[in-house]
């Protein structure tokens, strides 16, 4: 039998002030990793966009 897992694109924001806090994407993973989501990926495409974590989870 094969595993089943679940996804979840979590969007970490860009300040007021254009830039992301490492700390701030540390809290929130922490926040994630407690409810069971395990980060897969991370991009940060634009210097003022968003960073996106890709995260999965056993259904």
Do not use: C, H
Not at 10 to 22: A, N, R, T
Not at 27 to 42: D, F, K, P, T
Request: charged letters at 25%; hydrophobic letters at 45%.
């Amino acid at each position: 039998m094969s595993e089943r897992w679940q996804y979840k694109v979590e969007e970490i924001k860009v300040s007021l002030l254009g830039g992301i806090k490492p700390t701030d994407i540390e809290a929130r993973l922490q926040s994630l990793g407690l409810q069971g989501w395990e980060l897969v990926n991370a991009v940060y495409a634009a210097p003022v966009g968003p960073t996106l974590l890709f995260l999965k989870k056993r259904a």
